[in-house]
């Protein structure tokens, strides 16, 4: 069992960062594929970002790119979301999740074996 545990969101301006972090307890996660969703009230929940196991791939969804960095540190069994330029439509639930799957799901919720209870970004305009 592994247990996904986020922090780092908050309030934050238009043009503003925050950097989200999700530690994994538990057991070592290096064997994880590690994938960040969101998802906007009244929304559905969307893929944001993934990370292969050893940290050599990566993907993001289109409107992330070049604003959002997705990286790890697998000894200290955290992932983190850099999160720059925010904007508005930015404002979410941000979960982390974790797959033992292999890396062609890595952007599909029902993907996912494991889920963090989520922490929420606001940004203000």
């Known amino acids: 069992q592994v247990q996904l545990v986020e922090s780092g969101g908050g309030l934050v301006q238009a043009g503003g960062s925050l950097r989200l972090s999700c530690a994994a307890l538990?057991?070592?996660?290096?064997?994880?594929?590690m994938v960040w969703f969101r998802q906007a009230p009244g929304k559905e929940r969307e893929f944001v970002a993934a990370?292969?196991?050893?940290?050599?791939?990566?993907d993001y969804t289109n409107s992330v790119k070049g604003r959002f960095t997705i990286s790890r540190d697998n000894a200290k069994n955290t992932v983190y979301l850099q999160m720059n330029s925010l904007k508005p439509e930015d404002t979410a639930a941000y979960y982390c999740?974790?797959?033992?799957?292999?890396?062609?799901?890595?952007?599909?919720?029902?993907?996912?074996?494991?889920w963090g209870k989520g922490t929420l970004v606001t940004v203000s305009s």
């Open positions: 999740a974790a797959s033992f799957g292999t890396w062609q799901i890595h952007s599909r919720a029902d993907g996912m074996n494991f």
């Open positions: 538990g057991r070592t996660f290096n064997g994880y594929v």
């Open positions: 990370i292969s196991g050893s940290g050599t791939k990566t």
